[in-house]
T-cell receptor
Framework: LAKTTQPISMDSYEGQEVNITCSHN???????ITWYQQFPSQGPRFIIQ???TKVTNEVASLFIPADRKSSTLSLPRVSLSDTAVYYC??????????????FGSGTRLSIRP | GAVVSQHPSRVICKSGTSVKIECRSL??????MFWYRQFPKQSLMLMAT?????????EQGVEKDKFLINHASLTLSTLTVTSAHPEDSSFYIC?????????????FGPGTRLTVL
């Protein structure tokens, strides 16, 4: 199981772009990288998933270098409502068996006015 | 995206009673569901992996006789906390594995807040 390392916390301001980097040196060939967002007393919410290069959806972008040993979640123009804990997870590969996903400590993002 | 529900959203019970929490995948079939526990200000801790029609696989340190898991169908898994005690008070979250395109993704339920008095 690939272990992930993220900054414990980050601060930013409304309207800024926020980049959260995750290290996963032991990522396996068939592992995908998935990011989740969690608000207090709620279940994690899926943000984005990728395998390599760049993935973009309506809420975020995910940048993955060629060696796939790290990834960066990019949140454009954050607002106060983006204050949450963000988890980087590795696993659930393509056509994989039911591999389990272990949560790391996550990054507590605080957005200020 | 896929929807996973949990019921109840919160429950308060007396010490020594048993509590059942349901997890349902509403718009997809989930061959595998996962149960997590989360204490305040901490990350999610995986308790067990539940496969439809077979026994659950528990993580080290999780008592299988205390946390009974049943995955009777492709859309329903239940977690029963037996003889609950105050230290079992926590936020319990389930997730279901579903396929989105060519990849598997875990979708999480909203969680159940258990308070044992």
């Amino acid at each position: 199981l690939a272990k992930t390392t993220q900054p414990i916390s980050m601060d930013s301001y409304e309207g800024q772009e926020v980049n959260i980097t995750c290290s996963h040196n032991n990522i396996a060939t068939n592992d995908y990288i998935t990011w989740y967002q969690q608000f207090p007393s709620q279940g994690p919410r899926f943000i984005i998933q990728g395998y390599k290069t760049k993935v973009t959806n309506e809420v975020a972008s995910l940048f993955i270098p060629a060696d796939r040993k790290s990834s960066t979640l990019s949140l454009p123009r954050v607002s106060l409502s983006d204050t949450a804990v963000y988890y980087c997870l590795v696993g659930a590969g393509l056509y994989s068996s039911a591999s389990k996903i272990i949560f790391g400590s996550g990054t507590r993002l605080s957005i200020r006015p | 995206g896929a929807v996973v529900s949990q019921h109840p959203s919160r429950v308060i019970c007396k010490s020594g009673t048993s509590v059942k929490i349901e997890c349902r995948s509403l718009d997809f079939q989930a061959t595998t569901m996962f149960w997590y526990r989360q204490f305040p200000k901490q990350s999610l801790m995986l308790m067990a992996t539940s496969n439809e029609g077979s026994k659950a696989t528990y993580e080290q340190g999780v008592e299988k006789d205390k946390f009974l898991i049943n995955h009777a169908s492709l859309t329903l898994s239940t977690l029963t906390v037996t003889s609950a005690h105050p230290e079992d008070s926590s936020f319990y979250i389930c997730s279901a594995r579903g396929r989105q395109g060519n990849t598997d993704t875990q979708y999480f339920g909203p969680g159940t807040r258990l308070t044992v008095l």
